[in-house]
């Protein structure tokens, strides 16, 4: 049982998570001709509490609740990872991007996000508001008007050879290519 653990709180190599997220694609179509996706979730808790309100929730949500258990079970495995199997490694950053992160005040690497730029007390700042709520609501907004979330649209929608699920995909690594490149350097200085 020790080596199960050991196991399963280390960091899993890409050659076995990637293929067992893409088996959850051919498994959601023989089983039920599903589709992947975790945004629509919002959709379904819109559906089953706003029902009555807005006419484009006025649908039969409980036929993708099979979703809803899904996303909760994300949520309850990142709990039980959190607690359970705590991330024992040291936060490794190269040298290069340290001394660039330095100039924009980013000095902590304790932790998986920079305090710095990631908290609460970051929030009451332009740049974590910035990025935090602006770049929230662009992530949202992007989702919904992508049509699904990046999981949905090059996992599942690539696979299914969509041209709308490519143009999305592209559409959303230029988007970070830029976001990452041009627009965050600035945002960090504020």
């Known amino acids: 049982m020790k080596e199960v653990l050991e196991v399963l709180s280390e960091p899993w190599p890409w050659y076995v998570s990637g293929p067992l997220i893409g088996l959850t694609v051919p498994l959601l179509l023989l089983l039920g001709n599903k589709s992947f996706g975790i945004s629509s979730s919002f959709s379904h808790i819109c559906a089953a509490v706003l029902r009555p309100a807005i006419p484009f929730f006025?649908?039969?949500?409980?036929?993708?609740a099979w979703n809803l258990w899904f996303v909760g079970g994300l949520v309850l495995g990142g709990v039980i990872a959190a607690n359970v199997f705590p991330f024992s490694q040291d936060i490794e950053?190269?040298?290069s991007l340290k001394a660039e992160l330095v100039n924009y005040g980013v000095t902590r690497y304790d932790t998986l996000l920079p305090t710095e730029l990631f908290s609460f007390e970051?929030?009451?700042?332009l740049r974590g508001f910035l990025?935090?709520?602006?770049?929230?609501f662009l992530v949202g907004f992007g989702t919904r008007y992508?049509?699904?979330?990046?999981?949905g649209h090059a996992i599942m929608g690539l696979s299914n050879l969509q041209l709308p699920s490519l143009?999305?995909?592209?559409?959303?690594?230029?988007?970070?290519?830029?976001m990452a490149n041009a627009i965050?350097?600035?945002i960090l200085t504020l």
């Open 131 to 136: 990025l935090i709520v602006v770049g929230g």
């Open 58 to 64: 006025r649908y039969d949500w409980k036929k993708e």
């Open 184 to 186: 965050l350097p600035f």
């Open 122 to 125: 970051g929030l009451g700042t």
């Open 146 to 151: 992508a049509g699904g979330c990046t999981s």
């Open 167 to 178: 143009v999305a995909t592209v559409s959303f690594m230029a988007g970070g290519f830029l």
């Open 93 to 95: 950053v190269s040298n």
